[in-house]
């Protein structure tokens, strides 16, 4: 599922920067995601680098995205074509522990 930011937000802009795919932009209050870009940062990290990054834990999974890793990660490919995702992809979905 994708994520997104709840009005906890403190508009700090930690999470932008973090976002591989540009999903993360300037709200009028607080910051959004695109739900479309978004991937849960599947191809990239073995979690979600805005949940990590977010000093008041408001970069939450929305239950109206619900989404597998299969979809992500096509969607990481068509986002970033020149990237080579390989078999063995960082996935929050592969982390074990």
């Known amino acids: 599922?994708?994520?997104?930011?709840?009005?906890?937000?403190?508009?700090?802009?930690?999470?932008?920067?973090e976002c591989p795919n540009d999903a993360i932009s300037e709200g009028d209050a607080i910051y959004v995601i695109d739900p479309d870009l978004c991937t849960?940062?599947?191809g990239f990290d073995d979690h979600e680098a805005c949940q990590a990054v977010c000093p008041v834990e408001c970069c939450l999974p929305d239950p109206k995205h619900v989404e597998t890793e299969d979809l992500l990660i096509t969607r990481a490919k068509e986002l970033h074509p020149e990237k080579d995702f390989g078999a063995t992809y960082p996935s929050r979905f592969r982390k074990s522990g």
């Open 1 to 17: 599922m994708a994520i997104k930011i709840t009005e906890e937000c403190i508009n700090c802009g930690a999470c932008e920067p």
């Open 40 to 42: 849960e940062c599947v």
